[in-house]
């Protein structure tokens, strides 16, 4: 006989929990993106913006 029309009832897997970052590991995320863009800012005006006229 074929298995083809028989319903199989399974349970379903669970899913994985999703990782949220603790506060103090936010809390570097947050400090490093800061300190990162000050980086950024600084060094396009260092070296790449058209210095200024007199």
Same mark, same amino acid.
């Given at each position: 006989? #074929?298995?083809? =029309?028989?319903?199989?009832?399974?349970?379903?897997?669970?899913?994985?929990?999703?990782?949220?970052? =603790?506060?103090?590991?936010?809390?570097?995320?947050?400090?490093?993106?800061?300190?990162?863009?000050?980086?950024?800012?600084?060094?396009?005006?260092?070296?790449? #913006?058209?210095? #200024?006229?007199?």
């Amino acid at each position: 006989m #074929s298995d083809d =029309n028989i319903v199989k009832f399974e349970r379903r897997k669970p899913k994985p929990e999703q990782r949220t970052a =603790n506060p103090l590991q936010r809390k570097a995320l947050i400090w490093i993106a800061v300190t990162a863009a000050l980086v950024l800012v600084w060094a396009y005006y260092q070296f790449i #913006s058209p210095p #200024s006229l007199p």
